[in-house]
């Protein structure tokens, strides 16, 4: 095998197959004398940083080296998925390092969300996963809500050091660095790409007032997430756009509801409750009764029950049904990376499906 080039940028192994993957150069460029990455290409000439991925291997490669940097630690998780977008061991990694929690997306929550009901549920959730930020914070890096307030703590808490920003694909990593740059920079500075020092990190370095660096590490793909049992051209369905709007079901115990085919949920026993279904407004809710639900499942799924459409329905894992019994009112049951449903009455029994990988559990209602 003919052994590929270095990007001079963040020192990437150059690769000409894969967008979307570390490293990626057009073939062309090959013929060059000293390449560079579409990655660093983009930063360097339109201080933009755009989106790349990295095997779990090569995650645990990085996540070893920064355990060997001193600086901030900033992980960013995806408000609306955060099981399916949290990075399970980085604790174990981080060393002595202070890592701040940023939650994204937060503008797609509904309006009757309590945003300090969320952070404080974030926190426990932290913490029951090893995790002990020295912060939690909400931010919408989309539309920049937040965002000042964001990196005032990174300069509070960095302390002069270097600031590490770390996460899962699809989190809004690069919209959140990418406003940074812009608050950083304003229009026009150039930025420039260096190798890590003494290590190939493949990581790109944003440099700070004062000498020390943001960087930018490759996001990882978190397999059990919802997200990666979809064709792209079908996840526009389930990845809210706008802030979510609610929507009532009454049922009585023996109904059920589908999301698409994505997930399913029964009112297995109880008195009549209401049940508020949280998920991207588009997703169509289907509703009948449990004793005919798996029929209907297995005949209509990818037609009546879409998305996933026939086309790709082969490639959801099959739905695997976790039963709750819910003791107090305001519950909600969680599908990550799809929504959640919250239970409005106390002591029903219910039981939520998603495909098998996909976390579901419940938490004390975020309303
Ligand atoms: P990365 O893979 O973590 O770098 O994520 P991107 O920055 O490419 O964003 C992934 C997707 O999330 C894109 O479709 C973004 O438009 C969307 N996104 C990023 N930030 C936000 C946000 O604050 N709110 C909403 N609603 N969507 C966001």
Sequence with gaps: MVEMPQCIGCGAVIQTENKD?????????L???TIICQRCFRLKNYNEIQPVSL????????LNGLGEQQGLIVKIVDIFDFNGSWLPGLHRF?????????????DLLPKSVKEKKVINWLKREAKAL???PVDVMLVSAHKGRGMAEVVEAIEAYRNGKD?????CTNVGKSTFINRIIKQATGEGEVITTSHFPGTTLDMIEIPLDDGSALYDTPGIINHHQMAHYLDASELKYIMPKKEIKPKVYQ?????????GALARFDFVQGERSAFTVHVANDLPIHRTKLEKADALYAEHKGELLAPPSKEFIEQLPELVRHEFSIKEAKTDIVFSGLGWITAQHANVVIAA??????QVFIRPSLI
């Design 21 to 29: 993957e570390l490293g990626y150069a057009p073939a062309s460029s």
């Design 55 to 62: 095997t779990d291997d090569d995650f645990l490669r990085i």
């Design 31 to 33: 013929e060059k004398e």
């Design 130 to 132: 090893g995790l002990k």
């Design 94 to 106: 981080v060393g002595k390092n202070p890592v701040l929690l940023v939650a994204n997306k937060v």
């Design 251 to 259: 049922q009585n115990a023996g109904q059920t509801l589908f999301i």
């Design 353 to 358: 499906y998603a495909p098998k990988g996909v």
């Design 163 to 167: 600031v590490f920003v770390v996460g």
